[in-house]
């Protein structure tokens, strides 16, 4: 801000400027503002040629004002005759009252005109704003929707001119206000909050107008804001400082470095996600704008809230130059972790930047390490197909061998003349084995020593073996990606192909889960001599590759790994043959291929279940597609018929699953629909148990389903019974209707004792609908449907058959129903009983049931309850009506005990008696109630005998 614009402020303000104000800003402006300007060659006028004028028009009229103000008071009291002394005083502060209120007295400005004020901004039109700011001072802080200010809006549209007249229509910097007279404090702070402009004003997005200046790279709005006072260290909502901004737009470098320079940047400041300059500096890959962070002392090794220093941004965005800067420091790590403990190289992969790999490698970066979860930097660059990273690793490990075996070489050399020929001849030959070791010379016997003694490779310490926390070594990874030449990469340099995670699964398990056939070659040609082991290998599950590729629907990997060796009916850790997991999984495919290729049919898992029971578990739609082609094997009825572990067909398990289209086939077919299983229930007692009620339709319409409708389980059980002990109202109404009679089990029990067992009321009212004389019919024991509902307490059970007219009548035990019932844990059914009107009989003796008939013997209900179930006869009271609400603070207080005292006050005696009545006054009166009392009579009797003491005194009485 020049000294003009302070000096209209102050004006506007009503008091001159203070000396220290003027030294503050005569020092700021030469060191600040006028270097800046000489080194930038740039010049702003504080306000073009049109806005002055403005703003003198402005200025001119506030002294008009003051003036017709002035003379208009003075000819007032020069008609009051009032003398020049008190005159010069009253003008004094008549000057200083109208000055008063023309500046601190407006208008209330309308939301119409703070959307033209808007306007013109977007339009450009700075005498129609000027104007209105004149006549609404209060516009310069209005905000839009989005919060922002005529300033923000300015700035947006890149209207230098509009942004140079609002500063000048009020930007004051607070810090220099703390320098002002303390008697002028209070008009600045008022003038600050009604009228002048704040350029460290935030928006809705917590976006100061220097961030939009920065975001938009306009050097001359920034510049105008910097010399109005706008600070740089505040913060958005996303924690960015206009440094942040800077660095991450790569805005222009010589700005920053003045603001540097001039300290009034925070060069380590973090954002919200802990990122400094220097890392969105990195990430825009400006090697000039981090160069000018570092020489103005930013911090190299700061970590963001993902733990990533500059470094690993640098390696990851392929920043070449960046991370050769960046490494000169001695501060940098080349294996600097991030919170993964991952370094550098683990962040090259991720662009395959040769490049950056080949300057961390010569730094020394150790490509051996593992992060947190195991794995190395081989691991990572495979894993990201990142192939030339992969290569120049592999080369860097060779030469780093070869250097190392030189050392070694040179050391022994000096001693050979001292050594035995044949130690010498061993020792000359230590380069060689070194090189077959490396991969250097004949391909061949460089396999063949790798593989010589052993599976195992002979050094633990390379690349290539080092495995993860899941036992994943180079090529596992590599076999997973499906990238071919990563696969051979890893090939070539030696990687164990019968190398085992910690599930034992080798690469080629991998593969084969994959169905990747080109892997699946590479891995067993490029070994030949370790063939027959890759395909015998089995994993944890006692799984081969051939079970995996059966598993996985991959039939034509299945053809190559048989005619590499592998056993068609090999069987896993369950018994599972390739056939049965094929089946199992619901790999349509591959189980027809195998079927066709002559695959063992009739085999079965550790629970005897055959391939089409499996099928069946599968949940496969395609699974129908398997049956032509069993069809021609001549064995599809014995494989429909061949019972499991507890005796259970095709057909049961069909029906229990509820597969109508698979009961057709097996029907169709030879399946059996009188088979028994162990517990000699038919397909039809498990679609009844189960309620497939279009499988018993189906079923009962062929002459074998008929009969299978009167066929016991080996507890004389029907379908009607199992239908009716689970609820299936379906199947037992469709059963009742198609004869099944109401036959007992071998325990007596009727279809209705299953039903209340259970708890199927709506079962119990079909049952009795079609045949109402089962209600008391009792089993071998005595009990009828009554007890059984009791003793499962079946609460609804017991109500319907109570309003049914269910005897109450003893087992041969002697026991009721109701001395089952009233035991501790049967509250529901125990509160049913008690609240049935067939229980008090006392008070309907058109009932004389339940509590008389037992009143007098040892099963007693009332007695039950007290022992067993104490919170059915207890009696709870609701107060809510009788009890003053909780009284607002709103309200007035209302009378306590107001309904009661209505009805004493109308003589309601029936309302009084009433139980509810009796007990709120029973707890009030135990509450309170006799302690009032007792201190009335109290006071009273303390009353009467001081009286009666006294009166003595007075009176005594005569002998």
């Not at 035991?823 to 529901?828: A, M, R, V």
């Not at 009433?914 to 009273?940: E, M, S």
């Amino acid at each position: 801000m020049d000294k003009g614009a302070q000096a209209y402020m102050a004006s506007s303000l009503g008091f001159p400027l203070c000396p220290s104000l003027e030294d503050h800003e005569s020092e700021q402006s030469s060191s600040n503002i006028d270097s800046r300007r000489s080194s930038t060659g740039e010049r702003h006028d504080p306000l073009p040629e049109e806005l002055q004028f403005l703003k003198i028009r402005d200025y001119l009229s506030h002294v008009l004002l003051q003036l017709h103000k002035e003379v208009t008071q003075r000819a007032r009291y020069e008609e009051k005759g009032i003398d020049s002394a008190a005159d010069k005083s009253v003008k004094f502060h008549e000057r200083h009252s109208i000055r008063h209120k023309h500046a601190f007295v407006h208008d209330p400005i309308h939301q119409n005109d703070v959307a033209l004020a808007f306007q013109c901004v977007a339009m450009g039109n700075s005498g129609d704003l000027f104007d209105m700011l004149f006549e609404f001072p209060d516009l310069l802080k209005a905000q839009d929707p989005s919060g922002s200010s005529l300033l923000h809006c300015s700035i947006e549209k890149g209207r230098p001119e509009l942004v140079n007249m609002l500063l000048s229509r009020g930007a004051v910097d607070k810090s220099l206000c703390q320098t002002v007279i303390p008697m002028h404090t209070d008009r600045i702070h008022f003038n600050l909050s009604q009228s002048l402009l704040d350029v460290n004003a935030l928006d809705a997005l917590g976006n100061t107008p220097v961030h939009l200046a920065v975001r938009a790279c306009r050097v001359d709005i920034l510049d105008l804001l910097i010399s109005n006072g706008a600070r740089l260290t505040v913060s958005n909502r996303d924690g960015l400082q206009p440094v942040h901004l800077a660095s991450e737009l790569a805005f222009v470098a010589d700005r920053i470095h003045f603001n540097l320079s001039q300290s009034l940047l925070d060069v380590n400041a973090l954002d919200a996600l802990g990122n400094t300059p220097v890392h969105l500096a990195v990430r825009a890959c400006r090697v000039d704008i981090l160069d000018l962070l570092i020489s103005n002392g930013a911090r190299l090794t700061v970590s963001n809230r993902d733990g990533l220093q500059p470094v690993h941004l640098a390696s990851e965005l392929a920043f070449v130059a960046g991370l050769k800067r960046l490494l000169t420091y001695k501060d940098v790590e080349v294996d600097a972790l991030d919170e993964r403990g991952s370094t550098p190289l683990y962040h090259c992969s991720l662009q395959d930047s040769d490049e950056c790999v080949r300057i961390l490698l010569d730094r020394g970066a150790n490509i051996y390490h593992k992060n947190a979860f195991g794995s190395s930097v081989l691991h990572e660059a495979i894993l990201q197909h990142a192939v030339k990273c992969v290569h120049l690793l592999f080369e860097h490990e060779i030469v780093k061998c070869l250097q190392d075996g030189l050392k070694q070489t040179k050391r022994s050399s000096s001693s050979l003349m001292a050594v035995d020929p044949v130690d010498q001849k061993k020792s000359t030959s230590l380069l060689s084995r070194l090189g077959d070791w490396i991969g250097v010379g004949n391909p061949s016997s460089r396999r063949s020593s790798t593989f010589s003694t052993s599976s195992e490779p002979t050094s633990t310490s390379s690349l290539i073996n080092l495995v993860d926390d899941e036992g994943f070594s180079p090529i596992h990874v590599a076999v997973n990606t499906g990238n071919m030449e990563l696969v051979k990469a890893c090939l070539d340099r030696g990687a164990n192909v019968l190398a085992q995670d910690h599930a034992g699964q080798t690469p080629l398990h991998y593969a084969c889960t994959r169905g990747d056939l080109d892997c699946a070659k590479a891995l067993l040609e490029f070994h030949p001599k370790y063939k027959a082991r890759m395909i015998s290998a089995v994993n944890r599950d006692g799984r081969g590759p051939i079970h995996l590729a059966a598993m996985y629907d991959h039939p034509t990997l299945i053809d190559y790994l048989l005619s590499q060796g592998a056993e068609l009916n090999a069987r896993d850790n369950k018994s599972m043959t390739p056939l049965l997991l094929a089946c199992s999984k619901g790999s349509v495919e591959a189980s027809k291929h195998l079927v066709s290729i002559g695959a063992e049919l009739t085999c079965c898992d550790e629970n005897g279940r055959n391939l089409v029971i499996l099928l069946l578990f599968s949940g496969a739609g395609a699974a129908r597609d398997i049956v032509p082609v069993l069809m021609k094997t001549g064995q599809l009825s014995v494989l429909f018929n061949q019972p499991d572990r507890w005796g259970c067909t095709f057909m049961h398990i069909a029906a229990r699953l509820g597969l109508r289209v698979a009961v057709q086939i097996g029907a169709q077919f030879g399946g059996h629909i009188l088979a028994k299983d162990s517990e000699h229930s038919t397909p039809l007692h498990s679609a009844a148990r189960f309620g497939r009620i279009q499988i018993c339709q189906y079923m009962l319409e062929m002459n074998e389903g008929k009969r299978a409708l009167f066929l016991a389980d080996d507890k004389g059980r029907l379908p009607l019974h199992l239908a009716a002990q689970y609820g299936n109202n379906r199947v037992v109404e469709f059963l009742l209707a198609n004869g099944c009679l109401y036959r007992r089990c071998h325990e007596g029990n009727t279809p209705l004792h299953y039903a209340a067992m259970k708890g199927n009321a709506d079962t119990c009212a079909l049952l009795l609908a079609m045949n109402p004389s089962i209600l008391n019919e009792v089993n071998y024991t005595g009990a009828t449907a009554l007890h059984f509902a009791a003793m499962h307490a079946n609460a609804d059970v017991i109500n319907y058959l109570l309003t049914a007219g269910a005897d109450i009548i003893p087992d041969h035990n002697g026991l009721y129903f109701s001395s089952l019932a009233f035991q501790p844990g049967s509250y529901f059914a125990s509160r049913t009983i008690a609240l049935h009107k067939r229980f008090v009989s006392l008070l309907f003796p058109r009932f004389p049931e339940i509590a008389a008939k037992l009143w007098n013997t040892d099963q007693c209900p009332i007695e039950k309850m007290i022992r067993s179930a104490p919170s059915i006869l207890l009696t709870k009271y609701d107060f809510t009506v009788l009890q003053v609400p909780p009284r607002a603070k709103d309200k007035r207080p209302v009378a306590p005990m107001k309904h009661v005292k209505l009805m004493v006050k109308l003589k309601r005696e029936e309302l009084l008696i009433h139980p509810l009545c009796t007990a709120y006054l029973d707890v009030k009166w135990n509450t309170y109630g006799r302690w009032i009392q007792f201190l009335v009579t109290l006071y009273y009797l303390s009353l009467s005998i001081s009286i009666t003491w006294l009166a003595l005194r007075q009176m005594p009485l005569s002998c």
